[in-house]
């Protein structure tokens, strides 16, 4: 099941090849298949396995009751596969692999999106808070019955007023020195914790944020670990509530609720100590002086939920596009001229357009998110824990996750629209999966927000380079939301490098097509567009609060775009660095050639959708503008059509996994026996 | 319920008002809620009662079955109100008013998309083949029972080998003249007829579509009406059979299905005979001697569902934004510096620009679909039922259905991600609305279909102009799908007088603000790029069916990108008509003012989107595309922020209607409470 799945079928029929003119290299789809599978290549093959028990696999149609109930049996399934633990310690019957736990788990949104969250809220988040941000007492009281999931737990984080502002939550851990006990306390209504996985009906404990407070003042958000529920009867402990956050668009196996807490009392030791700790006689002291620094290397401990969405929005992603394309390859829809056969659908320029550019477009996103794994499982399993690669995870992940998930609603979209009516049955797949993979674009993090972070990075970076008093403008605007913890590092060098490289030769480059023309034109734009809003907001140095906030505003859509062309520039650096690196050195020179044009679809694609902006900057001029289209339309997509089959073989997704009968073999039957009938028709036409 | 819904809070609130620099015009809401109305106001205002009927309303979590069962009740709740038969002759209870038929059906979405497309597939469809493709006698057989849904019917157009190609639908009909029967067949799988609704469940009837063949002849496709299920027992007649389609991505109040028929027999007055007869001897005759024409006549009298999908998707739109708005000026998030107060989502430049030129989008969806039901009550009512007005219809529709219903679920997801995890929650809305909306896309006409139907519509116009060879070879091109009925025709005419009277000016034009220098650049461009496309296919004059096949697939793309163009256009003029002709004379001065801004934010937005376009071209400077941004970010946004609540109050959705509480006051009461709160605290802050 986890060998190559090759579909005979489509090689050996010449009709969708019939518009091939001149040689068409051959895919290796293995060796496409490992590069693409990366480091954790056995992990992911086995999740994907598990992905079709039917215990884990989602039911079309099921409700949202009998939705709930079997993610609660799933999980237990997953128990009993003992792949709960990998990334907790060794002597609680963990792994102490990051890497691994990650990896599994993005692709189980294969077999049921509800059954990977759900997961991701019990080991993800409610264990990840008591591993990461407690101490080894905790884990000794917490983590094995987290990972067998004796103790199902909620992450109570978010309130109804407060997502993308943590910082600024309502909830209130005040401390008592008398009894030695937090008070946690919900002070209004929107300060309830709300979206919370595991919340409405299976939570017994929750890891709760809150302001913590002692000696009457605030030391800003910690962890508390809280009892919410009777493990036996499973009703709410005196002075917790809560309510079912009811219906969603989607992801209706996870039970996300609502709790809020009246002067609930916790053992002081409940505090999860590891950033912040309370002394018994109500002394607070942290290793972190800092509370902003404070506050984000806490946020930062969390970052996994970012690294796994970006993965599994990428998994979701090509599964769709397998589908969409195995089924364009042998769907047929109206004749050329009379009496000619049907044209099959990827044969039609405009559904190469639709459908190609997003292929390439995953390639990158899959590519990217390897990157951004190796270097998640460096700092968390210790292999290269430093400040500079968490800043630089941080910033790769907040880059990332906002591309990939907005990216996989439109590819679904897409892969929707290009299939039909079919595209919107339950059975074909893609319709549920993409109401489930909706809340991916604001979930750990709102998309907009993510984004608005990277590009206030990107101007700290650029303020250094600046002189001081500019420098001192640009900081009034990144304080707030960055926290001084990331003023003065260094996660974005690799942009100054890449243009000191190669200078602003853009308008010189002979042809865009090269590796270097494209990532001239990639970087140089990420450059222009983050000098552009700093200069701009130079402005704000002598402007009030008010004025100043205004002038933020009006440049903010331009911080976001600049933002996202450096996310795509990430993206097309590690699809260049998977094709041209290490990694790929194995593929041979056909497969390296048909990757290359993917590559430059992707490269060109973005250079295309900017193309305003390079006109605008004289950057690139008319004339080559229009070659870069020509070359798209005319030869990128032919080709790769050619070889488009291949290239979605290779994300070794086996018939089972894809579970669509449009992409495995029942529209093909159904196209075969139509020809049949009508070549053996004499009834003259009209 | 149906006079002007004020939010008086919004206007009370001088915070979201505070970054108002100089004066802000006011909006006279009862005025603009009246031109947005249009000419069948008062038909839309009862269908908006209608729709919180709680028999109608969508009822968030409800099953499939309690769903299905829900809309069929719901349907007969319609029947009730005597809402039915508006389209629908006098002498059987009707009042042949096609334009209020509509107008009333398009506004149920705003209670449950799957009540509207049900009543749809009943009136709309089943009963409208019945009505305009029969004939009296047919009227009189079988119109009462349906418009009273006594006889639940099923519309068998699409088939699963075949949707946007109807023309090429596998299913049969052979006259048998020893019996004076049609023998309805079905040769193969992908014959079954598939999608249907009412199909599954409902139906004891169908029109089924069928290719007519007599005297060993096929004379394409014909409807006929098929009995398919005992009307007691629910059971299928001999010979029929079918299938469930299951559970989709919504919808899931229609019982969509499929239906084959194996030799099934049917007196020969069931052939809808209006556009072809059969004799008793099994002579064929037509009032329409070519096969082509006939057949794009025959479903041109089916343009409403085209119509009505335009108006829902504008009417569902608006919801959404009234929805996102009207959250996004109470919601707040984020301080812009330490101690102050929070921001409102809608004071950020991000947020008006994801939610505005939305606003300014809708309200072009809007008239524009105002434009397209007064030419088809024209047309269906009698009052100018040309062949000219017929084809400008059937170009109207197909271009606007496919922008207002991608709009529809762009701004549906663009609104689910303002409102953040409340726009995830089904008691909001707007999720399980986008759910229902998606297969807008795709049904009664693929919206990439129906777009080039209009670019071949648009060559064929410029073909015209051009020398006979040349014309010849576009042709070639359109030939095939647009048929020979419209060759010659000039529903396109107004776009050369446009240029006619322009000329090529674009490039001297003062100021791109001006009405007529925004009209110049839009039109400018829908000719060029046509004129482009026409250029490229000159080629495929010497060439085989093959290649000639191939030329036209690579520019596939272009086509669409120009047919998309002209749609836009459409839109751009039917708002500037609003604004500036009869329909608008009545608003005030600073109405006027304010709806004048919105005009010029979705015309310069449509420039701004295509700029590389019009940089290439040489149709604007570079400096002068920089202003239209400038323009764009600093002042029509913020100018139409401060009147963004007034603009969506002119919707005339009361509370009951929007039904989401985050838009009716929940979220301002959670905000006052919580400011009411730290006002009162004490506790310093970290």
Chains 1, 2 share one sequence.
Request: charged residues 25%; aromatic residues 6%; negative net charge.
């Amino acid at each position: 099941m986890t060998t190559t799945h090759a579909s005979p079928q489509a090689k050996a029929d010449s009709t969708s090849d019939a518009n091939a003119s001149g040689e068409s290299p051959a895919v290796d789809v293995a060796a496409l298949g490992a590069l693409l599978l990366g480091r954790w290549a056995d992990v992911r093959r086995e999740a994907r396995r598990i992905s079709v028990d039917p215990v884990i696999r989602r039911v079309p149609g099921e409700n949202v009751r009998e939705h709930r109930d079997r993610t609660v049996k799933a999980l237990h399934r997953l128990v009993e596969l003992g792949v709960t633990g990998r990334a907790f310690p060794k002597r609680i019957g963990g792994q102490e692999d990051p890497g691994s736990n990650i990896s599994g788990f993005e692709e189980l949104v294969l077999g049921d999106p509800s059954v990977a969250i759900k997961g991701g809220v019990q080991w993800g988040l409610f264990g990840s808070a008591i591993l990461l941000l407690g101490t080894q007492q905790h884990h000794d009281a917490w983590l094995e019955d987290c990972m067998k999931l004796r103790t199902p737990g909620a992450f109570a984080m978010t309130e109804t007023g407060h997502g993308s502002d943590v910082a600024s939550v309502g909830t209130t851990a005040t401390y008592d020195p008398e009894t030695e006990e937090f008070v946690i306390h919900t002070p209004f209504r929107g300060a309830w914790k709300d979206y919370l996985g595991n919340a409405a009906e299976s939570g017994v404990a929750a890891t709760v944020f809150a302001q913590l407070i002692t000696q009457g003042r605030n030391h800003g958000v910690h962890a508390f670990y809280v009892p919410i529920r009777d493990p036996q009867t499973k009703a709410f402990l005196p002075g917790v509530g809560g309510e079912d956050d009811g219906v969603k668009g989607g992801l209706n196996g996870v039970d996300n609720g609502r709790l809020h807490f009246t002067n609930v009392r916790i053992p002081r030791f409940n505090l999860l100590n590891r950033y912040g700790d309370v002394a018994p006689d109500g002394t607070y002291a942290s290793p972190i002086a800092s509370p902003g620094r404070r506050f984000f290397t806490m946020l930062g401990a969390l970052v996994q939920g970012r690294v796994s969405l970006d993965g599994s929005a990428t998994a979701v992603s090509k599964l769709a596009l397998a589908i969409a394309i195995k089924y364009g390859d042998v769907r047929r829809q109206f004749s050329p001229e009379k009496g000619a056969g049907e044209t099959v659908l990827l044969d039609y320029g405009r559904h190469q357009r639709r459908l190609l550019t997003r292929l390439a477009e995953v390639y990158a996103m899959n590519f990217a998110h390897e990157d951004l794994m190796v270097k998640y499982h460096e700092v968390f399993s210790g292999e290269a824990d430093t400040d500079e690669n968490r800043q630089d995870l941080e910033t790769l992940a907040a880059a990332l996750k906002p591309l990939s998930t907005w990216a996989a609603l439109d590819i679904l979209q897409e892969a929707r629209e290009a299939c039909g009516g079919q595209g919107f049955l339950a059975v074909n797949r893609i319709a549920p999966l993409r109401a489930d993979m909706d809340i991916w674009v604001t979930f750990e993090g709102d998309n907009n927000v993510l984004l608005q972070l990277v590009g206030k990075r990107l101007l700290t970076d650029y303020a250094k380079r600046m002189s001081k008093p500019d420098a001192a403008t640009i900081g009034r605007y990144v304080a707030d939301q960055v926290g001084e913890a990331v003023v003065g590092r260094t996660g974005l060098r690799q942009l100054g490098q890449n243009l000191l490289d190669f200078g602003s030769t853009a308008r010189s480059v002979g042809n865009v097509r090269d590796t270097e023309a494209q990532r001239q034109l990639l970087t140089d734009r990420v450059e222009t567009m983050v000098a552009d809003v700093a200069q701009a907001l130079r402005a704000g140095r002598k402007l009030d609060a008010q004025a100043a906030a205004e002038l933020f505003s009006r440049h903010q859509n331009d911080l976001i775009l600049a933002a996202r062309a450096h996310a795509e520039l990430l993206q097309w650096e590690a699809f260049t660095e998977a094709l041209e690196g290490e990694r790929g050195a194995g593929l041979d020179a056909d497969t390296r050639q048909v990757l290359t044009w993917l590559r430059d679809l992707f490269g060109l694609g973005l250079i295309e959708r900017n193309l305003a902006w390079y006109l605008m900057n004289g950057k690139i001029s008319a004339s080559r503008a229009r070659a870069i289209t020509d070359y798209i339309d005319g030869r990128l997509l032919p080709r790769i059509r050619r070889r488009a089959v291949d290239l979605v073989d290779a994300f070794e997704y086996p018939d089972e996994l894809i579970g669509a009968g449009i992409a495995t073999g029942d529209e093909r039957a159904r196209q075969d026996e139509a020809r049949a009938y009508y070549a053996a028709q004499t009834t003259p036409a009209q």
